[in-house]
């Protein structure tokens, strides 16, 4: 091939030497015999990674010359194509020298000590500080694998301290100063070498005081560096081992663990292993993988209940170290492992009460095996926390439903684990009640209470049903308490004797729920009345928040189902207010508007506080409730209002808000939604067409998902009867002077008691100007023309009650408001609450007495939650 096709990487000096070597190799090659099996690939054709230089290629051609001149009928083989057992046939007699993993590290040290020694001589920091940072690595691999630190490194630190003082005094005095690179190097290197001899201090000082012993303890430490093994001659593959296909084994391989240390699982050294694994938890280079299956290797051999308790303890902590990340969620596979292992030191705990776990005990040595009988009282207490493992096993498994898809199998597959999760937090129950530990067992039956107290009686009933396997049991099930109520009942009144007030809190707020979701309404008014949370509850923690909401809303429902359409009204109205339920309840997150954007880590914590899907309460259903029964207080009351000015003073803003949107469309189709149908009823109610209001309401689909729906409904129809009666006497009140009853009850289809009940309660709450006539069966209106002053004088009236409301909230604010959350002010708070409520009442009697006629329709519809409550009987 000629020479113009040559590779780019050659010289002419090459060319010259290859067209030398071209001739002479043209000769050799006629000369030589013509049964040579391949002949040498032409230099010109090789890569330029193989013969870039003369050298190779000389030595190249030196090999083939070689080849040249075997034997003919001996094929000729390329040193790169020689098998194993060419190699052994000649090195057979060799010896080898095996270093260990450490003993490379070590010389690693060492060369590094070396190039930063050169760095330091051409003042070359950028370089040093390289080369340290590699040197602290190397270090930390040492540490790692539980190895002394070198003696070489602390020397190494001492002597790098000190050239860097001088290098820093020299250049303070230089004139000339040094680049800026080199610079930042050397202020770099200042602060490395000061944190890492802070880091190292009680090894500098050591070598310091006596280097030799330093250096002495390190090699007794060390173990023989260089092992000799004759190199032995590998065994050829017969016919034999290839029909067999099986490895030949060598007995002398053993398992190593990290940095080459044999690893042996007995129970002698079960002790000096945990302690390695517990130095390297939480490093950089730790595998957690291989920590926990030496620590399940460690439980199979561990003989004593004491090995046992120390390794389930450490085996616990590292399935939940295994998962660091705090947006995903634990894999099923360890949570299951990790639930079962708290089950299993339960078991052990309970079985022998000689051992005991607590988060508070003496120190004591954890390389002894400790005993009941050398213990002062006979009880061994090792330090750990059963209740800190049921809390992160809790967490857990609400992540792991908060980030699966409730739509689909996975997250009914992964809700079936609460019951084995609630077996675990009942058996924990069960040994602090035995080991007599009230702090962590107000927490678990915390636990325990969070998780059947919004729960209906059949899930409640699935769940305790797990304990009938269990060899040991809380003092207080569901058998031996009859009743999910009466369950509930007792776990709340072992929290409420707890001394910490966020569980007290909790408690009585579950409490709530509990009693309003089975429908007694007055119980859990009660309680929440007496309680004044609602004083308190805004310096509360965000979770705790959540739950007062819950129990608000469930308690509003509650008064829906029970028909009590105003308490249901105003205890809804207050989480409607916000327009922000969703976020509210923790069942959405807050929908970004007018720019206010949230941080990652604001966005994070609040997706983390949202409930599972199974504990949701619907929107839909709860918006419908409010709808409906603000349509049911607001319709009367728009009725009874004369001047326009009084018709802007809404007590359901979202309901007048939305009435008013209805009635600004110009064509209104056939409803769609659940808003479309309650609109459309709210002004049949008004053009008196109560049956045509109470089809529309009735025909909503969403409340089939409301127990007991056929009474709901009844309710309703009757309610709607009542107030379409209200709104019509309201209506057409100034258009009669008499009515007869029996008129109104076929009207309505309402029983004439019922009718002549409601109008007399109207006229006795001066909302109706009216009177009775029981001979004739009739009602009988009466008008009363008020004149202008007296117009006037009720305007600066109802003015002045408004601001005195506002004086009197301001004054609660200021008075009430400054106790902290859990501080209810004692005496002190009673007695101005009782102050207040006497003069709220005052003034009603003031406002009942100056309004007369219809103008003073409706003046007791404007109260708020708690005045509403206390006045039902």
Known sequence: ???????????????????????????????????????????????????????????????????????????????????????????????????????????????????????????????????????????????????????????????????????????????????????????????????????????????????????????????????????????????????????????????????????????????????????????????????????????????????????????????????????????????????????????????????????????????????????????????????????????????????????????????????????????????????????????????????????????????????????????????????????????CVHLYKADNSLLRTRAMLSHIYHHALHNDFYTARDMLLMSHLQESIHSADVATQILYNRTVVQLGLCAFRCGLIKEAQATLQDIFTTQRVKELLAQGVHQQRFQQQLTPEQEKAERSRQLPFHMHINTELLEAAFLVSSMLVEVPLLASIESEEQKRKAISKPFRRLLDFADRQVFTGPPESTRDHIMQASKALQDGEWEKCRDLIQSIKIWNLMPEVASVKEMLAKRIQEQGLRTYLFTYAPYYSTLSLSLLSRTFSLPLRSVTSMISKMIWNEELSASLDQSTGVVVFHRIEHSRPQQLAQVIADKVSALLEQNEKVLDIKLGGSGGWGDRGGDKGEKRGEQTQERRGRGDRTRGSLRGGPRGRGSRFAQGLGNQMTRVR
């Open 1 to 491: 091939m000629s020479r113009f096709f040559r590779q780019a990487g050659d010289s002419d000096s090459d060319t010259e030497e290859s067209d030398e070597e071209l001739l002479t190799s043209g000769d050799e090659d006629a000369a030589a015999p013509k049964t040579t099996a391949k002949p040498a690939m032409s230099r010109f054709l090789r890569t330029a990674g193989s013969d870039s230089s003369s050298s190779d290629s000389e030595s190249s051609d030196e090999d083939e010359s070689e080849m040249s001149d075997e034997e003919p009928t001996q094929k000729k083989k390329s040193r790169f194509m020689r098998g194993d057992s060419d190699e052994d046939s000649e090195d057979e007699d060799v010896k080898r020298v095996v270093k260990s993993t450490k003993d490379k590290r070590l010389e690693e040290i060492e060369a590094t000590g070396k190039v930063m020694d050169n760095g330091l001589k051409i003042n070359d920091w950028v370089a040093i500080s390289n080369e340290f940072d590699k040197l602290l690595r190397l270090v930390q691999r040492q540490s790692n694998a539980a190895e002394p630190l070198p003696p070489f490194f602390v020397k190494t630190l001492l002597s790098l301290e000190n050239s860097l003082n001088a290098a820093l005094a020299k250049e303070k005095e230089a004139k000339k100063k040094m680049n800026a690179t080199n610079a930042r190097a050397l202020n770099s290197m200042k602060q490395k070498v000061r944190k890492t001899a802070k880091e190292f201090e009680k090894e500098v000082q050591q070598y310091q005081n006596d280097p030799e012993a330093f250096e002495r303890e390190f090699a007794a430490h060390a173990q023989p560096a260089d092992v000799v093994v004759p190199k032995s001659k590998k065994p050829k593959k017969g016919a034999d081992s290839e029909s067999d296909g099986e490895p030949v084994l060598d007995d002398r391989f053993t398992t190593v663990g990290k940095g080459g240390k044999a690893m042996s699982f007995s129970a002698d050294n079960i002790f000096k292993t945990l302690k390695l694994v517990h130095e390297a938890r939480g490093k950089k280079n730790t595998d957690r993988g291989e920590q926990i299956r030496i620590l399940e290797k460690l439980l199979e051999v561990a003989v004593t209940s004491y090995q046992r308790i120390r390794i389930l303890l450490a085996l616990v902590s590292s399935r939940f170290d295994y998962n660091s990340s705090i947006t995903s969620y634990m894999p099923t596979d360890l949570w299951l492992s990790a639930q079962h292992e708290v089950d299993q030191l339960i078991s052990i705990v309970v079985a022998d009460s000689s051992y005991s776990v607590q988060e508070d005990t003496e120190d004591y040595d954890e390389l002894v095996e400790r005993h009941p009988a050398t213990e002062s009282d006979g009880v061994v207490r090792i330090r750990g926390s059963i209740i800190s493992f049921v809390d992160r096993l809790d967490d857990e498994f609400t992540k792991s439903l908060q980030n699966i898809d409730p739509h689909g199998t996975e997250y009914i597959d992964r809700l079936k684990d609460e019951k084995v999760l609630y077996r675990t937090i009942s058996r924990s129950q069960a040994f602090y009640e035995q080991s007599s530990q009230p702090e962590p067992l107000a927490r678990v039956i915390m636990r325990r209470l969070e998780h059947i107290y919004s729960k209906p009686d059949a899930v409640v009933s699935a769940l305790e049903s797990s304990l009938a396997s269990s060899e040991i049991t809380p003092g207080v099930t569901l058998a031996s308490s009859a009743t999910t109520s009466s369950l509930i009942h007792s776990l």
